[in-house]
């Protein structure tokens, strides 16, 4: 490689000669065909040095162009190479997350950026329209992964990094981060986002949408649509969907029609399980931190809760239980699901409808949470204790509940574990422990046995 | 020369006692104070004031103090005492004179001396030159007496008092013995005689002294030997007394022994009266009620000091244990008996420093002779044999642990081996709870962190292998499962739960895996009846597995279970045909690891199994938990499941029975509460009116406020005291002072009278001569 970017660049130095010229003009195409094949070599090294190559064969063609620039009215950016480079990380066959990696490199510079950018959406259009929108799990996955390492800039006095060097007054004709930039990078997600994409991506994108994508974005509004679309899919990518929305009802005067109805309706049992527990907590706290929200609403949501608590594990009832006091506590005339004092003693039959979608009709004012009664009978300890709470009136203070959110299993096993057991000894179990399968009801003894009798 | 000024002021505090006593007895000078109440038995200082006499004192104090400084106002020269050490309080009034003496004779010596070529200056007595004295005999001896003082041994009695038949002086005794030696014996000068005579004495004062040297050393040798003894004494004593006493007795006649025999034979002792079985079971039935009541509190979660634990712990006699089963009654004693080597080898094992030894030792025996072993290990190490018994004890049951959980692991799991193990580790247990319960916490923490790892990472873990799952029973066994915090059941089931919501069921394996933890969780639980939602989560998770038909359920599934999807249909037969030959029979704990399973038929026997123990644990919960106030909601999935989709029709004949008994417990529990209030809080009382009586008892004390604030009063007063003393002694000072002065008006006023009165006196005289002068010459 080394000796024909020679031949290359002494084409350019010293040559005078148009019969030589255009040899070498010939010499130079080919060796960039063959450079741009080589990115799909099946060994790493040699993609990566094909790579590396290009890329300075595209600056230097930045700086000595091929072309005269009168007649070009673009400045002279080397976007051939650019758009076969992007062409080729993006394959449809192979996976080039760690070249892109690499390539992330070249994408610190605000020009090479710029183009990827648009050569980007030109290129997963017109694929995209080719397939006819189906699902091509490879190739929308390098289009991510390559979409995702690219970082913006947040300010126009950051834009100093180029690769082809430019004058003041062109830097901001071609360059000024509003008007291009951000409205080239918004355009590039738009394009990518029309089309179907596969629920692990959904997933992966939405994490990354509220940090990544939104703030770099010229008019964030436009998302609505791909995030309602999300948050009504349900499950895991509507718990992330959540994310996106909170920041464009937030910042962006998003007004979303039956937003709490839907939030209602994604309490689920699996809430309490998935990976992204914490964050649906977190925005749940925030969302239901508003005091001017309706008594009914709050105490559906308290009421489901606990209901959902009958299903949850310990880490997440020392969560929910918190969520719930604090929920009565912003809203004191909630109380009546704790404290219901009524003259005819007579016991009544949960009115709590589950299955009732409307938070509106669910009649959880109605009811009492019998569940947090339930509760107190729980084994874990710390459990029974918050639950325990509810007999007596709450305390004005709110608990601070985001140092429970990230509270794994064996850390609350820690608990005991690490507890010094200086002040007593440990009890013991008195009854004499004669066979493995004995003892604690005999229900092991019932099922199981020692060995096989065949 | 020392001891006068000492003599003098003893005769001077004598004789100030007396005039005190003096003056105390003078009614004139007495002042009586007044006591307004008499109290019996106390003691006052002031009830008599003597005026007279603190007046005076105070006056001679001023005199001294006040006084002085008064005079010496405005004076800048000083009168300084030079002497040696007349400011120094260090050095003893003795001493001060001695060194005083010495500084002067050194003084005179250089000064007068100079020139004196006779060393020894002149010696004197009474200010006498002694060497004038030499020349008469009877003023000698005085030099001697100060040595001689008190020692009156007979030879010097005799030398003394020998011949001279008179007892008068020291002087007249000398002269005297002199004059006997004269007559009787070849003459001796008398230098020599006195020579001898200081020889003697000395000698013998010598010998006294070595003697008394000699005596103290034998009682200080004394001492420290009975010192050493004084500690067994102090216990013994009593005893001692009692056995030395018969010794020191004179020798008893026959009868007197026979009596005494009689009077100490062994009578018979009252001994704790053999027990009747109910006697026995009754003590044995307190006793676990006891432990009983016990466990209940600790359920409640009550923290109290548990008094009742050192019971729990099995108190043997260590020989008792070693001997009595190891003697005869053993099947193994044949087998070793053949060499003495084994004999020692089997008999007194060591207990094993590492698990390396006790994999050795237990190798290759069978299951039986496995606990042989470690029983006799056991008790060859019993803590009360040797001090380091107990650690090493302790140690053995961590090895016994980690042996257990390889047992397991093995490929043909040796759970027989286990079994028989599990009395020893019961008993090791009860020996050291502290380490035990360190032990298995260890190996929980381990089995649980490395669970939690792998769903940090892949966000699942598989099932936990069969060792973690007999551990977990063995906690079951070893510890209370119904506290409401133990250190080593609570995470024991944060464990159990973890394993229940994060693995997911792959296989028959996994399922057989859960249901085994689900049996588990419900022994956990069956005492306390705590609610465990995650059991609940796995059965009706099991139970769906069984659901042919998975559209439009009726209930939800909780995580690791799908609602649809891979291995989600696990439970379900291939051939339900297949359940006609089935039989229930316990499943192989094995069967958590790996299944032979050949035929469609045999795999679809395993899955109505898992079924049959499923529906036997919902059982055993709904039964648990019938008192829980959200009982209905708790179970509405599994009823739901089981009505619509594994309804009694579809379902075997055998588990039928289940099914219904089930379906019957879901149905008549009472879905109705009454509401939630808050725990009634106890009324706060009315203000009362009537005024609070309290009872004083110490009269006369500050009462009623903090410590601090005494301490401030107190202070407060002590100040309000101390300053009108002091001005009270201010004034007395200046009153004091106002006196002297006027005195020294007076006295200057009355001298200058007195001078100008001989003025006018001689002036007067001299007149008056003038005058007859006159008259003289004119006449």
Known sequence: FALRKKKYLCSLSSSAEDKCRIFMRHRYNACVEILLEHLNHEQFAVKESALCCLMKFAAGQGQHPLEDLEWSEHHSFPRGIILAVVENLTSKTTDNTLLISRFQEFLEMDDVRYYVMSALRESVGKVMEKNKGTLLPVYQNNVFTLMSSISMPSQQSELTNFMVKLEGQLLYLFF?????????????????????????????????????????????????????????????????????????IHQHN????????????????????VKYRARFFHLANLFLSSSHLPLYLVAAFTKRLARLALTAPPTGLLIVLPFIYNLIRRHPSCRVLLHKPSTEDEPVEDPYLMDEEDPAQCRALESSLWEIKTLQKHYHPDVAKAAMMISTPLSEQEEDISELLELTTYELMERDLKKPQDKKSIPLEFETATQLLKGGGDVLAHHFCLVSDE | MGKAPKKRSLADKVRKTKTNAAIKNNPFEVKINRKKFDVLGRKTKHDVGLPGVSRSKAINKRKETLLKEYKQKNKASKFVDRRLGEYDAKIAPEDKILQRFALERQRIHEKKDMYNLNEEEELTHYGQSLAEMEKFNDMVN?????????????????????????????????????????????????????????????????????????????????????????????????????????????????????????????????????????????????????????????????????????????????????????????????????????????????????????????????????????????????????????????????????????????????????????????????????????????????????MEEQIEVKGHAPFPTLDSLIYLKLTALLFPTSDFRHPVTTPALLYISLALTKCPVRSLQDATAGLLLCCLAVEYVSFSKRFLPELINFLTGSLHLAVRDKTS??????????????????????????????????????????????????????????????????????????????????????????????????????????????????????????????????PIPLKLLTPKIVEVLDYGKKRGCTREEREKERLKHKYKKEFKGALREIRKDSRFLAREKLNEVMNRDAERKRKVKELFGSLATQEGEWKALKKRKRK
């Open chain 2, 142 to 450: 005085s030099d001697d007496e100060s040595e001689e003082k008190g020692l009156l041994s007979a030879e010097l009695t005799a030398s003394h008092f020998g011949g001279g038949g008179g007892g008068g002086l020291l002087r007249k005794k000398t002269s005297g013995e002199q004059q006997q030696e004269d007559g009787n014996q070849r003459a001796k000068s008398r230098q020599e005689l006195i020579e001898e005579l200081i020889q003697k004495s000395k000698q013998e004062k010598r010998e006294r002294q070595v003697r008394k040297e000699e005596a103290q050393e034998l009682t200080e040798k004394l001492d420290q030997e009975w010192k050493s003894i004084q500690a067994l004494m102090v216990k013994k004593t009593a005893k001692a007394e009692h056995t030395d006493k018969p010794e020191e007795k004179p020798k008893l006649d026959e009868y007197d022994m026979m009596v005494r025999e009689l009077g100490f034979e062994m009578k018979a002792q009252p001994s704790e009266k053999m027990k009747t079985p109910e006697e026995l079971a009754k003590e044995e039935k307190e006793k676990l009620q006891k432990l009983e009541a016990d466990r209940l509190r600790r359920m409640m979660g009550e923290e109290e000091e548990t008094k009742a634990q050192s019971q729990t712990r099995i108190k043997t006699s260590a020989w008792n244990l070693f001997l009595s089963p190891l003697i005869f009654s053993d099947p193994f004693f044949p087998l070793v008996g053949f060499l003495f080597y084994n004999f020692i080898k089997f008999f007194f094992f060591l207990a094993p420093e590492s698990y390396e030894d006790l994999k050795d030792l237990l190798c290759g025996h069978t299951p039986e002779n496995q606990r042989l072993i470690v029983a006799r290990t056991q008790k060859c190490n019993h803590p009360s044999l040797a001090v380091g018994n107990k650690l090493k004890l302790q140690k053995l049951f961590g090895f016994l642990l980690e042996y257990i959980g390889e047992l397991a692991l093995r490929t043909s799991p040796e759970l027989t081996a286990v079994d028989k193990l599990l009395p020893e580790l019961y008993a090791l247990c009860q020996m050291s709870p502290e380490a035990a319960a360190a032990a298995v916490q260890l190996v929980l923490a381990d089995a649980a962190h490395s």
């Open chain 2, 553 to 682: 359920l009726g209930y939800t599934v909780a995580p690791p279970f799908r609602r649809a999807g891979k291995c989600s249909d696990l439970l379900v037969l291939s051939d339900p045909e297949s359940c006609r030959s089935w039989r229930k029979k316990p499943l192989p704990l094995s069967a958590t690891r790996c299944l032979e399973l050949k035929s469609d038929l045999d795999r679809d026997h395993h899955r109505l199994t898992c079924l049959s123990v499923c529906l036997d644990l919902v059982k055993r919960c709904c039964l648990l938990y019938n008192d829980l106030p959200s009982f209905s909601h708790i179970f509405q999935p599994v009823g739901s499941l089981l009505s619509k989709h594994l309804s009694i029709q579809t379902i075997v004949c055998l588990l039928q029975e289940l099914h219904r008994e089930i379906m019957d417990a879901i149905s008549s529990a009472p879905t109705t509460h009454r509401r939630l209030v808050f725990n009634k809080k106890k």
């Open chain 1, 176 to 248: 000024s981060l509003e008007d291009n930039h951000k409205r080239a990078f918004e355009k590039m997600w738009l394009g990518f986002l029309k089309y179907k994409l596969p629920s692990n991506m959904y997933k992966k994108l939405l994490v990354i949408l509220h940090d990544s994508i939104l703030p770099h974005m010229s008019k964030p509004a436009l998302m609505i649509d791909f995030l309602t679309a999300a948050y009504e899919v349900g499950g895991a990518i509507s718990l992330l969907a959540l994310n996106g929305l909170f920041v464009l």
């Open chain 1, 254 to 273: 998003l007004d979303y029609p039956d937003f709490y109805k839907k939030l209602y309706n994604l309490l689920e049992p699996t809430v309490f399980h």
